[in-house]
């Protein structure tokens, strides 16, 4: 059983900041890629952030450039994405994803496991 469980979302005012968090269970953290997704209503999914296993090298979705930090703490399972300067456009419901392979990870049929999301809403 492979469970991903996203907290840390809410109501934010533009400019503002937050911090998402997603904890793993059911799998070896440590050989599964990360990766952040985000759905706004009437949208494709769309590609935030991924870390990968191993090397830990990270890769950015052009929404978020500059703006988003994501990490991962393997002792606690868990994945972070840090967001600031956050502006109406960034809202949506959040999704984290888990793949075993380390490429193309901007593309959401890489990953095996998502969580049920959370939501981000981001006031003008």
């Known amino acids: 059983q492979v469970q991903l469980v996203e907290s840390g979302g809410g109501l934010v005012q533009a400019g503002g900041s937050l911090r998402l968090s997603c904890t793993a269970s059911g799998l070896t953290f440590n050989t599964y890629s990360m990766g952040w997704f985000r759905q706004a209503p009437g949208k494709e999914r769309e590609f935030v952030a991924a870390i990968r296993w191993g090397d830990g090298s990270t890769k950015y979705g052009d929404s978020v450039k500059d703006r988003g930090t994501i990490s991962r703490d393997n002792a606690k399972n868990t994945v972070y994405l840090q967001m600031i300067s956050l502006k109406p456009e960034d809202t949506a419901i959040y999704y984290c994803?888990?793949?075993?392979?380390?490429?193309?990870?901007?593309?959401?049929?890489?990953?095996?496991?998502w969580g049920q999301g959370t939501q981000v809403t981001v006031s003008s």
């Open positions: 994803a888990a793949a075993r392979l380390a490429d193309t990870l901007a593309r959401a049929g890489r990953y095996d496991y």
